[in-house]
């Protein structure tokens, strides 16, 4: 009995340390290269929330892989400026964690033009105006009006579903606050029922 409950307890533990994982923010405010224009192939890591920028798909075909993103800031004095990026014909790729965030959301310019949508590996163009009510990948997005004096902030996006990948492109569409708490991973059901076991052989004794 007493090898049963270590065997349990000892599931427990090991899928809580593999269940561990740190939340995706990557608001622009912090990262690590130096700016302000960043080219195709770049890389941004902030706090080890990492994006990289990749070539931009054109709605009537073909690409650019010589578009631009900049870094932007918006605010009445320098302690309180709020940075994003605006992307030029240019795509942001998220390297989300394994397994994906839950509670995934970003600010956007007020959303015009085209964007290259890829969610969870489908790939779509969409008019930005459409962004509110679409359904990719098996995620759903809202959005909402902030009523925000920021341009960055104008509209807050959410997703309901996991976001296992990730990337956004447009032709002068500014972004910011992008962040998702880690998904509940499979083992975490497993780690749930070998503390209850564990709790439970240990009533029975």
Not at 173 to 193: K, Q, W
Request: cysteine-free; aromatic content about 8%.
């Amino acid at each position: 009995m007493q090898g049963f409950t270590r065997f349990f307890g000892a599931i427990g533990a090991l899928t809580l340390g593999a269940a561990q994982a740190h939340a995706y923010v990557l608001d622009f405010q912090t990262i690590d290269t130096a700016g302000p224009q960043y080219a195709v192939g770049t890389v941004f890591n902030q706090g080890g929330s990492v994006a990289s920028l990749s070539e931009f798909t054109l709605n009537e075909g073909g690409t650019v892989s010589n578009g631009r993103a900049r870094r932007v800031f918006f605010g009445p004095s320098i302690p309180t400026l709020n940075y994003a990026l605006t992307l030029k014909n240019v795509t942001l790729n998220l390297a989300l964690p394994s397994g994906g965030v839950g509670g995934f959301s970003f600010n956007t310019s007020l959303p015009r033009g085209f964007i290259n949508l890829s969610v969870n590996g489908v790939s779509t163009i969409i008019d930005g105006a459409t962004i509110d009510g679409l359904s990719i990948g098996g995620v759903t997005f809202a959005s909402t009006l902030t009523g925000a004096d920021d341009p960055a902030l104008r509209s807050l996006v959410t997703a309901s579903g996991v976001v296992e990948s990730f990337s956004i492109g447009g032709s002068g569409l500014t972004v910011d606050n992008f962040s998702g708490s880690p998904a509940p991973s499979p083992g975490t059901g497993l780690m749930l029922i070998g503390s209850a076991g564990l709790g439970a052989l240990r009533r029975r004794r």
